[in-house]
C-alpha cells in the first residue's frame, strides 16, 4: 500500500454504513446514478469526459509503481493499467484482474487466479508470469517493503499460466485488501526506460500523455465489461481554486477531489452536482502514550470529553464530513457503531484530569503542518476547545519536511492524516500494533495485540468480525488516538455526468462506468 | 546595471556622422563586441554567484529532497540509501560545483524524482516566455500609446486620468487582478477561458487561454510603465532642442515623435527592461491561478521538494533571459543616445 507523505493515496475504500450514507446524502445534491447507489437511467455511450485533477509539475510520474504524488498521474495510471483487486462497497475489496483468490487454511499461502480473456493494449494476454514480474517490481521499489507488507520477492511465484501464489510471513486475512491499489500489471520485462511505453490492461488505453495531461480512449477490448465513454482527457491543475474555476467556467466535466471550500463556492450553481464520498480523510490528533504528559489513559480520555466533535465537523470541514467514535478505519463494513458515541462532557473531563494530577498550569504544544486542508484549522479549534476542561494547548505551525522528520512518531501531541480510511485492520497493523513501523502514538497494549493477531489469523467472517469488535472496543478506551471525525472527499461535475463513483479516497477514480448524458 | 557600452570615444561626435562611416564601422564595433563581451561575464558570474546562493538557501531550509520526497512507508534506510543515491550525503559546494559543470553543455542535471531537469522545463520554459513576452509587448504599446497621449498636454485632463488610474494600477498586485479578471471576464460573463489547458504538444490550447494571464501580468506593470514614459517625456520636453521645434510652431505630435520620443527612449526601454524581471516573477503567481503551464509550478513544486537542481535551473535560464533583455535594452540606449552626443 502506498502512504506518500504529503499527497498520500486516498487509499480507497467501502462506503460504511448506512447511517453515514443517509447522512452525508441527506441534502439531495449527491449523485444519484453514482456507482454505489446505482442508477435509475440507462447509460449513455459515447462522450469525452475531461477531467481535472490535482498535481504539482515537478512531481509527475508515469511509472505505475513509482511514487505517485500527484492525483493526477494516479488517475491516468488506474485507467490504463488493473490492480489485482480493488475498493469497493460492501466487501471492501472486489475482483478486478484477479478474478478470484483463495487462502490457504494458515492465511499465508494465497492463490489469485488471473481473470479470463484479460489482454494488455497490444493484444497480448495476461500471464501469471506477467503479474509476478510486477509485483516484484513494485515489492522492489523503496517503498516497497510498506506496499506489500510481510510478503518478500522471493515468495511471489507463478503457477501455471493463469495463478499467482503469494506467501505472506505471517497469517494475514487481509491481503486481498492490501494488493487493491498499487499492484499495477505490466508486462513481464518492462525495463525502467520502457515504463512509461508499457501497455496496460485497464478499461481505457493512452492516447497521449504530454506534462501531467493525458487523453485516454476506450479500450473494447476489455475484459471488466461495458465502458461506455469514448474518452477520457486528464488535465493536470495545481490548485483547487483553479480547478474549481475550470469546472464553473466548463472547461472540464469532474472536478476530483476539489475540497469543501470549491463545494461551498458552487452551491448556489444548480448545473453543478456535488459528490460527497464519505470517510474519505481522517485527521486525528496524536497523543503520545508510551511516555510524556499524555501517558496516562485518564489524560487521553479527558482530552476526547473535551472536544466538541460537532463543532470541528462544522467549522473546520464546513459541514463536509461526520463526526467520529476514537475508531480508525470508519469506512470498514466490519466498523462497530455498536460502542456508544463519545460526546463532550467537560465535568467528566476535569474530573479525570484531576484524578491524574494532571499539571494544569503548563502549555502543551500542538504540532501541525498546512499538508490538507483543514488539519492546521483543526488544531486551533482544539486548542480552544480543551481550553474550557482547563487544558492549555499552544499550536505550534511546522513546516511539512520539518514535521515528518521531527515530530512524526516522536511527538507528544500532533495531528496526522490518513486517506485509506475503510479497513479497522489495516490501521492496527499500521499504527497500533506494539511492533507496528508507524506506531504513531508509541502504543503498546498487550490485549489489543492479543486480539489483532487473532483476528487477522481467523478465517471464519462472523468470528472474525466478533474479534474484530473486541479490538476496536480496546482502541476507543486507551489507545493515543482522538479521532473526531471523517472528512468526506469532495467532488464536482457537471450536470451531464453520471455512474461516478461514490467510495473514499482512491476509490473515486473507478470512472470506467462513468457516463455523459445526452 | 552597468556602464554605458560603448564608451564616448567610441561614437565620436564629429559635425557629420556620415564622414566619419568607415572608421566607426570596423574599430569602434570590435570595441562594442569586447564591451558586450565583458558585460555579459561580468553578469554570468553575478548569475553564478546568484546560483550559488540558491544551493546554499536550500541547504538551509529545513529537510532534504530525500525526505521531501519520499513515501510514508519508507523505511529510514530506504531514504538514506535515496539520499546517497542523489548525492544529498556530499557536501553543497561540491554538488552545486557538479552542477555548474554541466551548465555549459546545457545539462540541468535530474531531479530529485529522478527527471531530467532540461526536460521539466523543455514545455514549461517556452509557455513561460510566451507569456512574459506577450505580456512584456502589450506593456510597452499601452504605456507608450498612454505616456505620450498624457504628455501631448502636461497636466490636461487625460494627463491627469491617466496619470493617476497608472498609480492605481501599479499598485495592485497580480494576483488580485487575476482573480478580479477570472471573475468578471469569466465566471460571470463567460467571455473569456478562466484556465489554460493544453494539447498533446504541451501548448495551450486555445490562443483565447492566453488573454486573461497575458492581462493580468500586463496591468500591473503597465501602470509602472506609463509613469515612466510620461515622466521621461516630461524630462526631454525641457530639452533647447524641443523648446526650439515648438518654437519653430512645429505641431505638437511632430514634436513629440520627432524630437521629444527620441530623447526620452533610452530611459523608457529601461524602465520597460526592468519590468521582464517583474513579469517573470509575476508569471509565478498567475500561472498557479489560470493553471498556466509554465515555469511558476514547476518552481513552486521544486522548492516544496528541496530540488535544487531544478530551482537552479529555473533561476539559471530566467536569469539568462533578464541579463538577455537588460544587455538589448543597453545596446538600444546606446544606440539611440550615441547618435546623438
Not at chain 1, 474549481?244 to 452536482?273: C, M, P, Y
Not at chain 1, 486480539?451 to 469488535?469: C, F, M, N, V, W
Request: overall charge neutral; glycine content about 10%.
Amino acid at each position: 500500500m502506498e502512504l506518500t507523505r504529503r499527497h498520500m493515496l486516498w487509499l480507497g475504500g467501502a462506503i460504511g454504513a448506512g447511517a453515514l450514507l443517509t447522512a452525508c446524502g441527506g441534502d439531495g445534491d449527491e449523485e444519484p446514478n453514482a456507482a454505489a447507489g446505482g442508477g435509475s437511467a440507462e447509460p449513455v455511450k459515447g462522450g469525452t469526459l475531461r477531467v481535472g485533477a490535482l498535481g504539482r509539475a515537478g512531481a509527475i510520474t508515469r511509472d505505475p509503481h513509482g511514487s505517485q504524488a500527484n492525483e493526477s498521474d494516479y488517475l491516468i495510471l488506474s485507467l490504463i493499467y488493473d490492480t489485482l483487486t480493488v475498493p469497493g462497497t460492501k466487501p471492501n475489496t472486489e475482483p478486478r484482474l484477479a478474478a478470484s483468490w483463495k487462502a490457504s487454511d494458515d492465511l499465508k499461502t494465497w492463490r489469485f487466479t488471473i481473470a479470463k480473456g484479460a489482454k494488455f493494449h497490444d493484444g497480448s494476454p495476461v500471464t501469471a508470469d506477467d503479474v509476478v514480474f510486477s509485483l516484484k517490481r513494485l515489492r522492489a521499489t523503496p517503498a516497497g517493503a510498506s506496499r506489500l507488507p510481510g510478503i518478500q520477492a522471493k515468495n511471489i511465484s507463478a503457477d501455471g499460466t493463469d495463478t499467482v501464489v503469494i506467501v505472506s510471513d505471517y497469517a494475514n486475512a487481509e491481503l486481498p485488501l492490501l494488493v487493491r491499489l498499487t499492484t499495477f500489471v505490466v508486462p513481464k520485462g518492462t525495463t525502467d526506460k520502457n515504463i512509461a511505453k508499457a501497455p496496460g490492461t485497464g478499461p481505457f488505453k493512452l492516447d497521449w500523455f504530454r506534462s501531467g495531461n493525458a487523453r485516454l480512449v476506450r479500450n473494447d477490448d476489455w475484459y471488466g465489461g461495458d465502458v461506455h465513454l469514448d474518452a477520457i482527457e486528464v488535465k493536470i491543475f495545481e490548485s483547487p481554486q483553479a480547478m474549481a474555476s475550470a469546472l464553473l467556467a466548463g472547461q472540464i466535466d469532474l472536478a476530483s477531489n476539489v475540497g469543501a471550500v470549491a463545494a461551498r463556492t458552487a452551491e448556489s450553481r444548480k448545473d453543478i452536482k456535488t459528490v460527497r464520498r464519505p470517510n474519505d480523510m481522517a485527521m486525528p490528533i496524536v497523543l503520545r502514550t508510551a511516555d510524556g504528559p499524555f501517558a496516562d489513559a485518564k489524560v487521553r480520555e479527558a482530552l476526547r470529553l473535551a472536544v466538541d466533535r460537532d463543532t470541528m465537523v462544522k467549522q473546520v470541514l464546513s459541514g463536509y464530513g461526520t463526526v467520529a467514535n476514537d475508531i480508525l478505519g470508519t469506512g470498514d463494513p466490519a466498523y462497530d457503531k455498536s460502542i456508544p458515541q463519545r460526546t463532550r462532557d467537560l465535568a467528566k473531563a476535569k474530573q479525570l484530569l484531576k484524578e491524574a494530577k494532571f499539571d494544569t498550569s503548563k502549555t502543551y504544544e500542538l504540532y501541525t503542518t498546512e499538508d490538507i486542508a483543514g488539519l492546521a484549522e483543526s488544531a486551533t479549534l482544539f486548542a480552544t476547545q480543551v481550553r474550557e476542561a482547563g487544558v492549555k494547548v499552544k499550536v505550534v505551525k511546522q513546516e511539512s519536511a520539518t514535521f515528518w522528520d521531527k515530530t512524526w512518531l516522536k511527538g507528544d501531541l500532533y495531528t496526522t492524516y490518513w486517506g485509506t480510511n475503510d479497513s479497522v485492520v489495516f490501521f492496527a497493523s499500521k499504527t497500533m500494533v506494539s511492533d507496528s513501523g508507524t506506531n504513531e502514538a508509541g502504543w503498546k497494549d498487550k490485549e489489543f495485540d492479543t486480539a489483532y493477531q487473532k483476528a487477522i489469523g481467523t478465517a471464519d467472517a462472523s468470528e472474525r468480525t466478533a474479534l474484530l469488535k473486541q479490538l476496536q472496543q480496546i482502541e476507543h478506551d486507551s489507545s493515543g488516538y482522538l479521532l473526531w471525525g471523517m472528512a468526506d472527499g469532495i467532488d464536482l461535475a457537471g450536470s451531464k455526468v453520471n455512474g461516478l463513483p461514490t467510495l473514499p479516497g482512491y476509490g473515486r477514480v473507478q470512472l470506467e462506468r462513468a457516463w455523459l448524458a445526452r | 546595471m552597468a556602464g554605458p557600452l560603448t564608451a564616448d570615444t567610441a561614437a565620436p561626435a564629429g559635425p557629420s556622422p556620415h564622414g566619419e562611416k568607415a572608421r566607426r564601422s570596423r574599430a569602434p564595433l570590435a570595441l562594442l563586441a569586447a564591451r558586450v563581451g565583458l558585460v555579459v561575464l561580468k553578469r554570468a558570474t553575478l548569475l553564478a554567484v546568484l546560483l550559488a546562493l540558491v544551493f546554499v538557501t536550500v541547504e538551509l531550509l529545513p529537510g532534504d529532497a530525500a525526505d521531501a520526497t519520499s513515501e510514508r512507508g519508507e523505511s529510514a534506510a530506504d531514504t538514506e540509501a535515496r539520499r546517497r543515491l542523489l548525492g544529498l550525503d556530499r557536501p553543497v559546494l561540491e554538488r552545486f560545483w557538479d552542477w555548474m559543470s554541466g551548465l555549459p553543455t546545457g545539462d540541468l542535471g535530474v531531479s530529485a524524482r529522478g527527471e531530467k531537469v532540461s526536460d521539466l522545463l523543455s514545455s514549461a520554459f517556452p509557455n513561460t516566455l510566451l507569456l512574459g513576452g506577450l505580456a512584456l509587448l502589450l506593456t510597452a504599446v499601452i504605456s507608450l500609446a498612454l505616456g505620450c497621449w498624457a504628455a501631448l498636454r502636461p497636466g490636461g485632463r487625460v494627463d491627469r486620468a491617466v496619470s493617476g488610474t497608472a498609480t492605481a494600477v501599479l499598485a495592485l498586485p497580480e494576483f488580485v487582478v487575476a482573480v478580479a479578471l477570472v471573475l468578471l471576464l469569466s465566471l460571470w460573463t463567460g467571455w473569456l477561458p478562466a484556465v489554460t489547458l493544453t494539447d498533446a504538444d504541451g501548448t495551450p490550447a486555445d490562443w483565447t487561454m492566453l488573454i486573461l494571464p497575458v492581462l493580468a501580468l500586463t496591468v500591473p506593470q503597465a501602470g509602472w510603465n506609463v509613469r515612466i514614459v510620461r515622466a521621461a517625456l516630461a524630462d526631454e520636453a525641457r530639452a533647447p532642442h524641443v523648446e526650439t521645434a515648438v518654437l519653430d510652431g512645429l505641431p505638437p505630435h511632430r514634436v513629440l515623435t520627432h524630437h521629444v520620443l527620441p530623447g526620452a527612449l533610452p530611459t523608457i526601454t529601461a524602465g520597460l527592461a526592468t519590468s521582464t524581471g517583474m513579469l517573470l516573477g509575476g508569471a509565478v503567481v498567475v500561472e498557479t491561478i489560470f493553471n498556466h503551464p509554465g515555469i511558476g509550478s514547476v518552481l513552486a513544486s521544486a522548492v516544496t521538494d528541496r530540488d535544487s537542481p531544478v530551482i537552479a535551473g529555473v533561476t539559471a535560464l530566467s536569469g539568462a533571459v533578464i541579463t538577455g533583455v537588460l544587455l538589448l535594452a543597453d545596446l538600444v540606449r546606446d544606440m539611440t543616445a550615441g547618435g546623438r552626443r
